[in-house]
């Protein structure tokens, strides 16, 4: 038997499902989309039944992809678990009276009927089942009230025989408000005025600022602490000697031995510079991504939960606007900021091809890691503002720019941002970290073989002297149009391999001022590491990374010429 969570977006339908699943919960792609749909198992009366959580919808009458997957997931369902907001039932109701058209068993979780007390509100649960022929059941999914009482009722679930015709669907809602609803006036709590606060331009950016610097905080500190002090150590203690005993095994120096192992330095393994697929392939995306995935998917669920991302979602949502993407979009671009990785499997909060190929475009174009950023500092450090300055208001407007242009040339769709603004709530932590710990399993199974893939690719690239050759190749528009020497040339395009490398090979050259900076703001556009690459491969497909690539090496191309010739009139 299918059970399906059907409710609006907001409703508290994850947390339920996380109530009433196991641990053995599945995340994962609808059949020819990149829309989530996670599954799980409920045991009635020693009977094991799937458990799904439909993604959330307003109507039966679809607008977007995910709710045509989600009209698709109630025709398959044999029993429909309707979740509805107690503190906004006259939302909630509308959805109801359609799924009672599908004429299935059905039964109502009256989520949040602890909040309703607080704002003034009173529903007689008793009569609103009566009305609607449909049994429901108050309960609070944080604490997990009602929830067994809930599951002894699915197998008594019916439908129900209530009639309405279309046009008076509205109406019917009112009435069954009007008898079942009573509001009483209540002042506002501290809770509420925050949630107004938050949303409001004057309080709500400086606001805004606060959460994405804390944000991007924790997760900078989760992650560095994750690989200082677990995954480095247990790469250097417990895999460096099984490395070293393969290394002997097989002769160095030899094809096979660079491609598995890498180069040794002094006799051990560098896990940044070995570049082998056993040990710079495995440290990349399990030390050196892993971490960062792990703390940014927890930041992000304590937002999704809390109640806080709908709010910083419209906060950015004009700007977004007007680069063809919305409010939602300020995730992939603030994780790329720590990591682009994380970064790039964010974009699956997007909807359209569109916003995904915009949004993935502008991150690996615009957007510098930590570990960019921290490099870029390091060449330009010493001049203060005046060079690192120049970098990072380059690379803002080309992120504007870009975007501006990218909304008016990609075909395609970026709907508006339609988005229930909901209370602020405390998080229930059992339910998000499984929720965590299912993301992180799926970046695991479905990320790290792309990031292996690359970087085999990469290496081989390396190894056979092809990278060497497109160097050579490229060197007049070094330069002649970057304004840089004929050496810069090998270092930039190593880049793709590891930017630290490429910086490595920078800074011997004794470049100048104006070379550092348009160096600087190449290295950071023309290509996303091979991390970053691979995933961005698995989450646009072929044909969309091709054009993407082709959009970040002309724009390089233009920005740093245009760049050197600006900085020859200024700096000289």
């Given at each position: 038997m299918k059970i399906l969570l059907i409710g609006n977006p907001n409703v508290g339908k994850s947390v339920v499902f996380n109530r009433l699943s196991g641990v053995d919960v599945i995340s994962s792609n609808y059949a020819g989309t990149t829309v989530d749909v996670t599954r799980g198992y409920i045991t009635i009366n020693k009977f094991r039944h799937e458990l799904i959580d439909v993604p959330g919808i307003y109507?039966?009458?679809?607008?977007?992809?995910?709710?045509?997957?989600?009209?698709?997931?109630?025709?398959?369902?044999?029993?429909?678990?309707?979740?509805?907001?107690?503190?906004?039932?006259?939302?909630?109701?509308?959805?109801?009276?359609?799924?009672?058209?599908?004429?299935?068993?059905?039964?109502?979780?009256?989520?949040?009927?602890?909040?309703?007390?607080?704002?003034?509100?009173?529903?007689?649960?008793?009569?609103?089942?009566?009305?609607?022929?449909v049994e429901c059941i108050p309960v609070c999914a944080i604490t997990g009230e009602g929830i067994n009482h809930l599951v002894n009722k699915i197998p008594q679930s019916e439908p129900s025989n209530y009639a309405y015709t279309d046009k008076e669907r509205w109406n019917e809602v009112g009435k069954i408000l009007s008898q079942v609803q009573t509001v009483k006036y209540k002042h506002h709590s501290f809770a509420k005025t925050l949630r107004d606060a938050s949303v409001?331009?004057?309080?709500?950016?400086?606001?805004?600022?606060?959460?994405?610097?804390?944000?991007?905080?924790?997760?900078?500190?989760?992650?560095?602490?994750?690989?200082?002090?677990?995954?480095?150590?247990?790469?250097?203690?417990?895999?460096s000697p099984i490395m070293l005993y393969l290394s002997g095994l097989i002769q160095n120096n030899t094809f096979l031995h660079d491609l598995l192992i890498g180069k040794l330095s002094n006799g051990q393994i560098d896990y940044?510079?070995?570049?082998?697929?056993?040990?710079?392939?495995?440290?990349?995306?399990?030390?050196?991504?892993?971490?960062?995935?792990?703390?940014?998917?927890?930041?992000?669920?304590?937002?999704?939960?809390?109640?806080?991302?709908?709010?910083?979602a419209v906060m950015v949502d004009n700007i977004m606007h007007k680069m063809g993407l919305h409010g939602l979009a300020i995730i992939p671009m603030l994780l790329g900021l720590g990591c682009n990785v994380p970064g790039a499997l964010s974009t699956r909060l997007l909807e359209t091809r569109k916003e995904k190929f915009i949004a993935s475009t502008l991150l690996s174009i615009a957007v510098p890691c930590m570990a960019l950023?921290?490099?870029?500092?390091?060449?330009?450090?010493?001049?203060?503002?005046?060079?690192?300055?120049?970098?990072?208001?380059?690379l803002f407007l080309v992120w504007l720019i870009i975007g501006f242009l990218l909304r008016r040339i990609i075909k395609g769709t970026s709907p508006e941002i339609f988005l229930e603004i909901p209370?602020?709530?405390?998080?229930?932590?059992?339910?998000?970290?499984?929720?965590?710990?299912?993301?992180?399993?799926?970046?695991?199974?479905?990320?790290?073989?792309?990031?292996?893939?690359?970087?085999?690719?990469?290496?081989?690239?390396?190894?056979?002297?092809?990278?060497?050759?497109?160097?050579?190749?490229?060197?007049?528009?070094?330069?002649?149009?970057?304004?840089?020497?004929?050496?810069?040339?090998?270092?930039?395009?190593?880049?793709?391999?590891?930017?630290?490398?490429?910086v490595g090979m920078l800074l011997p050259l004794s470049l100048s001022l104006r070379q550092l900076i348009v160096a600087s703001?190449?290295?950071?556009?023309?290509?996303?590491?091979?991390?970053?690459?691979?995933?961005?491969?698995?989450?646009?497909?072929?044909?969309?990374?091709?054009?993407?690539?082709?959009?970040?090496?002309?724009?390089?191309?233009?920005?740093?010429?245009?760049?050197?010739?600006i900085l020859i009139l200024l700096l000289n």
């Open positions: 109507s039966t009458e679809p607008s977007c992809k995910a709710e045509e997957i989600a009209i698709d997931l109630i025709s398959e369902g044999d029993v429909l678990i309707n979740v509805v907001d107690a503190t906004n039932l006259e939302r909630s109701l509308n959805l109801t009276l359609q799924l009672i058209r599908y004429n299935k068993p059905i039964i109502i979780a009256l989520n949040m009927i602890d909040e309703i007390n607080h704002i003034g509100i009173s529903i007689n649960i008793d009569l609103l089942s009566k009305l609607l022929q409001k331009p004057i309080t709500g950016i400086p606001f805004l600022v606060i959460v994405l610097m804390v944000m991007f905080l924790l997760i900078r500190v989760i992650g560095e602490s994750l690989i200082n002090y677990f995954f480095s150590p247990l790469f250097e203690k417990f895999w940044g510079d070995s570049f082998g697929l056993l040990t710079t392939g495995l440290y990349v995306p399990i030390g050196s991504v892993l971490p960062y995935v792990f703390a940014f998917y927890l930041v992000l669920s304590i937002m999704e939960d809390s109640g806080y991302l709908p709010r910083a950023q921290a490099m870029l500092f390091g060449m330009l450090g010493e001049y203060g503002i005046k060079g690192l300055g120049i970098v990072f208001v380059t209370p602020y709530r405390i998080p229930f932590f059992k339910g998000m970290f499984k929720k965590v710990f299912t993301r992180v399993r799926w970046f695991l199974k479905e990320a790290v073989p792309f990031v292996l893939l690359g970087v085999l690719i990469a290496n081989l690239l390396y190894t056979s002297g092809i990278l060497e050759i497109i160097a050579r190749f490229t060197e007049p528009v070094f330069v002649y149009l970057l304004g840089l020497p004929k050496e810069a040339s090998g270092a930039l395009i190593m880049g793709f391999l590891r930017k630290d490398l490429a703001v190449v290295l950071a556009m023309y290509f996303p590491c091979v991390a970053t690459f691979s995933v961005l491969l698995k989450e646009l497909g072929i044909k969309d990374m091709l054009k993407s690539t082709l959009v970040m090496l002309i724009s390089t191309l233009i920005v740093g010429t245009v760049l050197n010739y």
